[in-house]
């Protein structure tokens, strides 16, 4: 299973966080909660992000797209500023064709946040970061 390096925002150190864990990512050095940040794809996106034990930011994005660069700094800067609570998973539409199909993803970035394997909100189109933690937060008391 594929593994992101992941440097504390508390501490500075470099964490090897993996894509799946039973719990949640925490810092080898000063043990607090990393943000949890991975890719997933066609083949594995349901253990990453459906049988997530946290909620989930899906971000379904491709290198050619602007606006999925514009929005990808806000959706990491919530990923830390949830850290521990959120995992943030990042989809590329060009690489997983059978992900864009099951979804119906007809633009790109589109968020979606799951919590149990259920999609519980959705949005397409980029979003400045106030509207994203807004979004999300609503997402997340549902």
Do not use: Y
């Not at 971000?59 to 959706?75: M, Q």
């Amino acid at each position: 299973m594929n593994k992101a390096i992941i440097k504390c925002p508390h501490c500075g150190k470099s964490n090897r966080v993996p894509a799946v864990d039973e719990g949640r990512p925490r810092c080898g050095s000063c043990h607090r909660e990393l943000p949890w940040v991975v890719e997933a794809g066609d083949d594995d996106f349901g253990e990453i992000a459906e049988r997530s034990g946290v909620p989930v930011l899906v971000d379904f994005w491709a290198v050619w797209c602007g606006p999925c660069r514009v929005v990808s700094p806000a959706l990491d800067q919530l990923a830390h500023e949830r850290a521990g609570q959120i995992k943030l998973v990042k989809v590329d539409v060009d690489r997983s064709p059978q992900l864009s199909v099951r979804f119906a993803i007809q633009a790109v970035p589109t968020l979606m946040v799951i919590i149990g394997g259920e999609i519980v909100a959705r949005q397409a189109g980029a979003a400045p970061a106030p509207v994203l933690r807004s979004w999300l937060e609503g997402a997340l008391t549902k």
